[in-house]
């Protein structure tokens, strides 16, 4: 179906759930109505409806960018595993009286 999307897509792509997006296409003053995330609009109805999410301003588009996060630290280094020889189990009473 070259020249149209579906919802469920579209709502991935905007970063929403697919029950809200189509609750909102259909809240909204599109000419459009939506009957579930499984419906397919063409690429210009997809437009105006990227169209709803974009900022109007500047202003709007620099509050909605993310923040860059902090570095991580590094986590602490493991120790390497103990390579020493495994050691013998001491004798009991028993082994000694029978030798």
Avoid: C
């Avoid at 459009?32 to 709007?60: C, Q, W």
């Amino acid at each position: 179906m070259s020249g149209q999307i579906a919802i469920y897509r579209l709502a991935r792509e905007l970063g929403k759930k697919s029950t809200e997006l189509v609750k909102e296409i259909n809240a909204s003053a599109l000419p459009l109505t939506v009957k579930s995330h499984m419906s397919f609009v063409s690429l210009s109805d997809a437009e105006n409806i990227r169209g709803l999410y974009k900022p109007a301003t500047k202003k709007a588009a620099a509050k909605a960018a993310p923040k860059k996060a902090a570095p991580k630290k590094a986590a602490p280094k493991k120790a390497p595993p103990n390579t020493a020889a495994p050691k013998k189990p001491a004798p009991t009473k028993d082994a000694a009286k029978a030798a």
